[in-house]
């Protein structure tokens, strides 16, 4: 069972920055992507940043562009969120998700490991 824990939450001041990582164990093949997920109170979860194991390529939701960066150490199966010039409305708790892509019985599956998730709040 694959298992991803987060760390690096906490309370920070507007404008300030914070690193999240994200361990994995237990793989059994490399993720096809690894991802940051954050749900805010009373709204839906939605994806913050993606990176492809394939190519390393990224993509961020239009509230991240510029702001956050998102990064892979495949030697330590460790992610990371840099997160710079934190807004309020960043608050929320962040989920790190791994999309597992397994070739069986002749056609290709698709399975998503969930961490439990680290809070992370921005306030004066």
């Known amino acids: 069972q694959v298992q991803l824990v987060e760390s690096g939450g906490g309370l920070v001041q507007p404008g300030g920055s914070l690193l999240l990582s994200c361990a994995a164990s237990?793989?059994?093949?490399?993720?096809?992507?690894m991802s940051w997920y954050r749900q805010a109170p009373g709204k839906e979860r939605e994806l913050v940043a993606r990176?492809?194991?394939?190519?390393?390529?990224?993509i961020y939701a239009d509230s991240v562009k510029g702001r956050f960066s998102i990064s892979r150490d495949n030697a330590k199966n460790t992610m990371y969120l840099q997160m710079n010039s934190l807004k309020p409305e960043d608050t929320a708790v962040y989920f790190c998700?791994?999309?597992?892509?397994?070739?069986?019985?002749?056609?290709?599956?698709?399975?998503?490991?969930w961490g439990q998730g680290t809070q992370v709040t921005v306030s004066s």
């Open positions: 237990r793989f059994t093949v490399n993720p096809y992507w």
């Open positions: 998700n791994a999309r597992i892509r397994e070739y069986i019985g002749g056609r290709y599956l698709f399975t998503n490991y």
């Open positions: 990176i492809i194991s394939a190519d390393g390529s990224t």
